[in-house]
């Protein structure tokens, strides 16, 4: 067997040579020493931290085959096509692959000739896929958007719970379960549906610096509008607007488009094709703006989305932060807004129907300090700077700059001094790995009016 340092010598050739990158990040290559050491990890990374490259440098040092799990066939696709553009033989078997692609697939699969098979979580239950994989015996298995294994996870979905019993299967093959967002509960949750025991749990900081966040209560549904329409004017470039429904997602890119922003609707009610056109014109920037329900960018390689807009409420504060965190993985300013009303809130009650999860939601819309120390508060984190919100923003004004304890200073880590003084409840801090996104000079604060 190649002893361990060699494949980690191999592995950050191979992260040179096909996607050239200098190194690693450190939680990415705690990540890959522990697959190439036949260990399982939880990896918790933020979006754009690099998660599919865990997997992917594993993959091509191992020999075999390496099995990754994904929820959405676009996701899957999106990878497959990134990873065949640098050399890496890959494909996927999903619901819509013909009977012969798939018996194709999996032939070149178990004679030797893929290094990565994506799969979703349902086709991996199929007797004729287990029996395949036994025969294969994957090197490893990477389980991607793990948090859909949790039921206190924003994006449950109840095929993933039973991943664990098709590992075992397998014989255990060394796994990683990885995710965005997961608090201590969903991570727990996670290890043990998993079955993956005393496991590594790798956790970066869920801070993203060069993120702005605000919220904002307006009071009805023209007053929303004027908000978004001022938001999304001015300021051209890539921008991802959330609403609940598919309707919405109609009625507000019409609305958008009225005003002049190109904008266009992504939605589960359109045919595969077009949603996988308009995708590739957003990707591309052929298109500025996207009004989407929920499942839009989950796993979209795109870099410079400067504006995330929420009208009305997430399911979670775990699902809005994973859905915020599509802005501004270039590490480039970014801004991330909420736009809501009492009805929102009592629309989501209605949906979503526990209050755990909805609660810390509302905490942090209705904060009256730092909202990123809220925010990431709810992950057992704490910030000694602000790197910006509406919320230090304000008290920067009303103090000056000033940097006294009576508000925020011009870094804003006064407020958030004042923050954490206040008396709702806080979870332990927990030891994490440095960030991994944002540059360490980014500024403390955007633009005025930004």
């Known amino acids: 067997m190649t002893p361990l340092a060699t494949r980690i010598d191999l592995a950050r050739e191979q992260l040179r040579a096909r996607f050239g990158f200098p190194a690693f990040r450190p939680g990415q290559l705690r990540a890959v020493r ?16 690099g998660k599919s490259l865990c997997y992917q440098i594993p993959a091509l040092v191992l020999d075999g085959l390496t099995v990754v799990v994904s ?129 590594e749990r790798i956790v970066g900081s869920f801070d993203r610096p060069n993120l702005f966040f605000a919220a904002r209560r307006v009071k009805d549904e023209d007053e929303r509008r004027r908000v978004l329409i001022g938001l999304l004017r001015p300021y051209r470039g890539p921008s991802i607007v959330y609403v609940p429904t598919r309707r919405l997602a109609e009625r507000w890119t019409r609305t958008l488009l009225h005003a002049g922003v190109d904008a266009v609707p992504y939605h589960a009610g359109l045919e595969h ?61 970014s801004r991330c807004e909420v736009l809501w009303t009492k009805g929102d809130v009592r629309l989501q009650r209605m949906i979503v129907q526990d209050d755990r999860k909805l609660d810390p939601l509302l905490r942090y819309l209705t904060a009256f300090g730092c909202r990123r120390a809220e925010l990431l508060r709810h992950f057992a984190e704490r910030v000694t700077q602000c790197g910006g919100c509406d919320r230090c923003e304000k008290w920067r004004r009303w103090f000056g700059g000033r940097d006294d304890r009576r508000g925020a200073a011009a870094s804003g880590a006064g407020f958030v001094t004042l923050a954490r003084r206040s008396p709702a409840p806080r979870a332990p801090a927990a030891a994490t790995a440095a960030p991994q996104t944002a540059p360490a000079s980014a500024p403390a604060a955007p633009p005025p009016g930004w």
């Open 273 to 333: 094709m077009v949603r996988r056109a308009l995708q590739d014109r957003f990707t591309s920037d052929r298109i500025e703006c996207v009004v989407a329900t929920t499942a839009f960018g989950l796993g979209i390689d795109k870099a410079n989305v400067r504006r995330v807009v929420h009208l009305g409420l997430a399911t979670s504060l775990e699902a809005y932060y994973q859905e915020a965190g599509r802005a501004g993985r270039d590490g480039r300013r």
């Open 71 to 199: 929820p959405l066939i676009s996701l899957m696709q999106d990878q497959v096509d990134a990873a065949r553009a640098r050399g890496i033989w890959a494909a996927s078997l999903t619901s819509a692959s013909r009977p012969a692609e798939r018996a194709a697939t999996l032939a070149d699969a178990e004679r030797g000739g893929l290094k990565l098979l994506y799969l979703a979580p349902e086709r991996l239950m199929t007797g004729e896929m287990i029996g395949a994989l036994r025969r294969m015996r994957p090197s490893l298995l990477a389980v991607d958007e793990a948090h859909c294994v949790s039921e206190w996870g924003p994006d449950f979905r109840p095929a993933y719970r039973k991943i664990g019993l098709v590992r075992l299967a397998l014989g255990k093959p060394p796994t990683l379960a990885l995710t965005a967002t997961a608090t201590r509960a969903v991570r727990d949750d996670i290890v043990a549906s998993l079955r993956l025991g005393l496991v």
């Open 34 to 49: 522990a697959a190439l050491a036949g260990r399982s990890a939880l990896v918790v990374l933020p979006t754009g931290g």
